[in-house]
């Protein structure tokens, strides 16, 4: 089969290559899936560049994707061979991601695909979409709940919006700039304030009294604005902190009011929160409710120019690599 691969890391430009690989064989348990499409997330980008230090000695890199399933190994219903599928987790803690014509792994983690949903967008779902949704429902309903979702431009966020205005939430969300905020309009955010303005605080107690919940990017940065722009009791569900990976916690304030701080990890979610989770990004498919943003799309043999891509960090939706 035709892969991406890598066997040292560095830059994209200097460890990528392109080559045949053997096409992988179903173990019992697993499905053999052709690859249609693979995802190109931050996490895969700084993996290569060498954030972890590799433990395998050749990656096929990329957790997230979608295809057909072509065949399957022992103890797998044989009626799942030509289903659509999405895939979860396809490179964590695995030598052999998606950036391939195929992948071969656990049944569970190939998830029926619904025919309305194409291969682009579901080449998001692994791990944007996943993460929005546990970030958003990990507490419970959120009908008629304020929420405070960050960066409200980048994927996952994104996401984060549709879904919390699906649970029937109102939705705030910050951004840099008037293309940003026009940007997360047309997904459903009903208010959007630029964080860099010195009274952005101010300007969301003003339009929400206060939030009950904030799915946020970077909780090292923003710790302080959340502080002051959280209700009593509420519940922070952080999925990142780049700009400052080693916070200092603002504890006495969150205490008083009672604050908690919830981490999301989508790679280890437990098998609960997992079927839960999938159970209702699927419901949304199914449904035909959410939009998918789909930044640039790029054939295997310009995989190197799609890992610059995301590493510029100026696009706006996902990039994906077709196969």
């Not at 797998?76 to 895939?87: H, L, M, P, T, Y």
């Amino acid at each position: 089969m035709k892969a991406a691969f890598y066997t040292e890391q560095g830059a994209a430009r200097a460890v990528l290559q392109l080559g045949d690989q053997p096409t992988p064989t179903p173990a019992a348990g697993e499905v053999l899936v052709r690859l249609e499409t693979s995802g190109a997330n931050p996490s895969d980008v700084k993996s290569r560049a060498g954030a972890r230090a590799m433990a395998y000695p050749l990656i096929i890199p990329h957790s997230d994707g979608a295809g057909v399933v072509e065949a399957v190994g022992n103890g797998v219903d044989s009626a799942r061979i030509g289903q659509r599928v999405w895939i979860w987790n396809g490179q964590w803690q695995r030598p052999l991601g998606t950036c391939a014509e195929y992948i071969a792994l656990p049944s569970e983690q190939a998830v029926d695909l619904p025919d309305s949903t194409p291969f682009d967008a579901a080449a998001c779902l692994g791990i944007p979409a996943l993460t929005a949704y546990r970030a958003v429902y990990a507490d419970g309903a959120v009908e008629g709940q304020k929420i405070l979702v960050s960066g409200g431009a980048g994927t996952v966020a994104r996401y984060a919006i549709q879904m919390a205005k699906i649970g029937g939430a109102e939705v705030i969300t910050t951004v840099s700039s008037e293309e940003k905020a026009d940007y997360v309009r047309t997904a459903g955010a009903d208010h959007v304030v630029n964080y860099r303005d010195a009274d952005a605080a101010a300007q969301i107690l003003d339009l929400t009294g206060g939030v009950h919940r904030a799915v946020e990017l970077e909780f090292g940065v923003n710790a302080p604005l959340l502080t002051e722009v959280m209700r009593q009791s509420g519940t922070i569900a952080a999925y990142g902190s780049a700009g400052d990976p080693a916070p200092q916690l603002p504890f006495m304030p969150m205490m008083f009011k009672d604050l908690t701080l919830r981490m999301i990890l989508v790679y280890i979610l437990s098998p609960e929160a997992r079927r839960q989770s999938i159970d209702g990004l699927t419901a949304m498919l199914e449904a035909d409710q959410l939009t998918h943003s789909v930044a640039a799309s790029y054939p295997l043999d310009q995989v190197v120019t799609a890992h610059e891509r995301v590493e510029a960090a100026d696009k706006m939706g996902s990039v994906v690599v077709t196969l």
